[in-house]
Structures are given as C-alpha cells and as structure tokens.
C-alpha cells in the first residue's frame, strides 16, 4: 500500500467533489432537485468501511461570493474577502432557500442514504447495525438520528445518540463508543454497552441552512454540507487504547454557536457543560455553548482569533494523550509510533500551527490535509478525512483522532486498527 506521507503545501484547485470518479452522484426530488455525491470505501484488511458525501450545488472560491451576497443582501467587500485557498478551501456545498418542512425531509433522505451506503462498505444489513452515533452542530430537528435511522431500516431497538458539542461531534462520538472511562455513575455507560456489536457513527452536517440567516461573512464563507459514516464494532475492528475528553468554556465568546437543541443554558462550578439525558433507546449529549448576542445562529472571530482558541489548548490535549500513549507502549514492550494522526479540518493554518508546536514538543506523526474540497463541515470532517486514509491502513496499526469544536471542547483517543 502507499506510505502515508503528510500534505507539506497548500492544497491546489481541484474540480469538483462530485467529479471524483468514485463518488455516486443522484437527484433528491425536493425544489426542483438537490445533488447529492456520495462516495463509499472499505478496507476489507481491517474490517472497517463507511461513506462521505456533499449535498447541494458546488461552489468554488470564485462563485462563492454570489451565494453570501445573496443571504447578506450586500456585496462583500475586498476587505471582507478570506484568503480561502491559505487556508485550505477551495470548495463547498450550499443547499438554496427552503422551507422549514423541505430542509428537514432534505437531510433525513441524505442521512438515511449515508447509514444505508456506511452500512454497505462494511458488508452488514441495516437491519444488524446495534447503534447510530451522529455529531451534529445544529441539528435540523431534536430527533433527526432517531428519524434517519428508522428510515434507513435500522432496528427501534438499536441505541441512537446524538452527539451536540460542534465541530468535536463525531469524534466525541467515537469516544464515547470505544472508551469505558467517559462512562459516568447513573448513567449508561455506552462504551461498555456497545462492546463488540456493529455500530455506526459520524458526523452529519446540514451548514448551508444553520448559516443561511447568519450575518457573520467568515463564518458564511467557511461552511458547507458534508457528512461522514464509518462502521465500527467497537474491541475488534478497532480497539481503544487511550483517550481524553476535555472542556473549556469559552468565556469571550470567540465562536459563538446557538444552541439548536436541549440544553438548559446553565454553567455550574465545578459541573461539565455537558449534560446527559435518555429516552428509551434514544440519548442526547449536549455541551453548552456561548451564544450569539444578537441571537443569531453563529458569530465568529477571525481566523487569528480560531488559532488562538483552538492551538494552545489543542496541543495540551494531544500532548496529555500521546504522554499515555507511550507510557503504555512502554509498559506493553512495543514500539510507540501513530500511523496517522486524523484532525479536525478547522483550516490549514490551525492545523499547521498545531503540528508546529506538537514538534517542538517532540511529537511528531502525519497530519495530512485532505478535505480541501469541502470547506469547514465542522463534525463530518474527522470523518471524511479518515475515509480517505482508510484504503492505505493496515490492520495492527495506529491511528490517532484529534477532534475539537465550539465550546469548547476535545476529544482525543489512540486506536489500533483490525482484528
């Protein structure tokens, strides 16, 4: 297989997502047709498969101005403009104006179609998957894992959780689904739950409507739609080694997100932000966030104020969980070394400034950048970027998952892959 080598430069212009030779590409009959491009991978070596995929028309840096000037009902102008190619973009995926009652029958079409092909690339019927874990940053209803797995065809039985803590979502979901140690007195431990059943999890990002009434011109130039789904079972095709799970409230504001969710607003010393509710086989983890005042649907920093949020933090977690990850190499006489370490694609340069200070530190893995045709699609990028790794891993190797999002909060876990 080919080495894994880290991306050095700046990704170039590349067509399409929906060109891709491998992508399906299909029509979903709602206003007059949205595209939708779905592509499915496996790794039959290791036993894990899943799909990722874009809805919406695709907008390349040049044509991207003409959607934001028509939600801001004004020009940008050049001192608005980002350096989207500096930072890593040069595509994503809006979904034009719709109806409440077309978004959300829009996305459960899409998020059932990405269960079904998730379930596929692994072999399984949908009717043997155990359990759905979603990250969502804004959900388009309180219930949408519940509504798009029972439309997949996915058992009322199986578990189903939605996962509220932004762009850390579907990494989140990932720990929760391989490390007992988040598990917490009273309640379900789902680690321990979903121990070597079939499950599903990822992120699915619907951004073109949660930004669509936003009037922040960063944020409306950095999110698109994206979704990704992989298979797992949880102790043999991929097994936990170590993890940490860490929160920071973001007191500034920074990137503030409004919640589109249940959460009751209230920070208790010395109690996580996150609170924990069930209903039957369905549970909800929702993370507080610092909402924007105006009461719209985001407000951001510039991209230097993202660095300075996300980089001094970032790198202490990853450094906590590497520390424990050769501390148990060690102990167990084998050589430490991460294959690949799989980030959150925030944009380049935090990602960049990230591996930068991790090297300082003697910490060194690849890092590659690889969802430049996307833009932000906030929990769905962990996702997308580990699918497109997938076919050059090996089973027994190392793989390292950095998520981070509003908040704010980290999640962060070593995994060996294969049975």
């Known amino acids: 297989m080919d080495e894994i080598k880290e991306t050095k430069s700046l990704p170039e212009t590349v067509a399409s997502f929906f060109k891709r030779p491998q992508v399906r590409n299909e029509v979903i009959p709602i206003a007059g047709g949205i595209p939708l491009g779905i592509e499915r991978v496996s790794n039959p070596e290791i036993g894990i498969g899943g799909a990722y995929g874009a809805w919406g028309d695709s907008y390349d840096n040049q044509k991207l101005p003409t959607i934001i000037e028509h939600r801001l009902g004004e020009p940008l102008s050049e001192d608005d403009n980002l350096a989207l190619e500096q930072l890593g973009f040069v595509g994503r ?174 920070r208790v010393p010395g109690r996580s932000l996150v609170e924990v509710s069930q209903k039957g086989q369905s549970i909800r983890v929702a993370g507080l966030m610092h909402e924007p005042e105006d009461g719209g649907p985001i407000a951001m920093a510039g991209p230097m104020g993202m660095v300075k949020l996300f980089v001094r933090t970032g790198v202490q977690v990853v450094t906590d969980v590497y520390q424990a990850y050769q501390s148990m190499m060690e102990k167990l006489g084998q050589p430490s070394q991460i294959a690949v370490a799989i980030v959150h694609h925030a944009n380049y340069k935090i990602n960049k400034l990230k591996e930068k200070h991790l090297a300082n530190l003697g910490i060194q893995f690849p890092m590659p950048w690889l969802v430049s045709d996307f833009g932000n699609v906030s929990a769905a990028s962990n996702m997308i970027a580990f699918l497109r790794q997938l076919p050059k891993l090996k089973p027994g190797q190392h793989v390292l998952f950095d998520g981070f999002g509003a908040g704010t909060y980290y999640d962060v876990l070593a995994v060996s892959l294969g049975s």
């Open 93 to 266: 995926h809006h979904t034009p104006d719709l109806s409440d009652a077309d978004h959300l029958e829009l996305e459960i079409e899409v998020g059932a179609r990405l269960l079904r092909e998730a379930a596929k690339a692994n072999g399984w019927e949908t009717s043997e998957v155990q359990a759905v874990l979603i990250g969502m940053s804004g959900p388009v209803s309180e219930d949408y894992v519940e509504q798009i797995a029972r439309r997949a065809g996915i058992p009322e039985t199986s578990l189903k959780v939605s996962v509220h803590k932004a762009c850390d979502g579907s990494v989140g979901s990932l720990n929760l689904a391989l490390n007992p140690e988040l598990g917490v007195p009273g309640q379900i431990n789902i680690a321990e739950e979903l121990y070597g059943k079939k499950v599903l999890l990822g992120g699915i990002e619907g951004l073109s409507r949660f930004v669509q009434h936003a009037h922040d011109k960063n944020a409306l130039q950095l999110f698109g739609n994206g979704a990704g789904v992989i298979g797992v079972i949880p102790g043999k095709t991929m097994k936990f080694l170590v993890g940490k799970s860490h929160e920071n409230f973001d007191e500034d504001g920074v990137l503030a997100v409004h919640m589109y969710y249940p959460h009751s607003g209230e």
